[in-house]
């Protein structure tokens, strides 16, 4: 059973730093693209940041120059450092990958929770 796990969510003042990190486990073969996705109370998810297996990135305009995404191929792990956090990035951060195993599939993990406060 293939399964991406997130970690290091939490609570934070504005201002703060938190590393969130992915780790997909399984039977894999390979991970295309990785990601991280938001979602906050009454809005729709939304893509954070993306990297892909030959490390080119894509960011949301709202955390460019604050958040940096980058894997560990050989790990089979995508980290999301996050920093000069604002409220506004309070939202549940989920992890997205594009993983072969038996066949090409995307996974979504389960979730953490990210709150800052002001």
């Known amino acids: 059973q293939v399964q991406p796990v997130e970690s290091g969510g939490g609570l934070v003042q504005a201002g703060g730093s938190l590393r969130l990190s992915c780790a997909a486990s399984?039977?894999?073969?390979?991970?295309?693209?990785m990601g991280w996705y938001r979602q906050a109370p009454g809005k729709q998810r939304e893509l954070v940041a993306a990297?892909?297996?030959?490390?080119?990135?894509n960011y949301a305009d709202s955390v460019k120059g604050r958040f940096t995404i980058s894997r560990d191929n050989a790990k089979n792990t995508v980290y999301l450092q996050m920093n000069s956090l604002k409220p506004e990035d309070t939202a549940i951060y989920y992890c997205?990958?594009?993983?072969?195993?038996?066949?090409?599939?995307?996974?979504w993990g389960q979730g953490t929770q990210v709150t800052v406060s002001s």
């Open positions: 399984g039977s894999i073969f390979s991970i295309d693209v």
């Open positions: 997205h990958a594009e993983i072969v195993s038996r066949r090409w599939a995307p996974y």
């Open positions: 990297i892909t297996s030959g490390g080119s990135t």
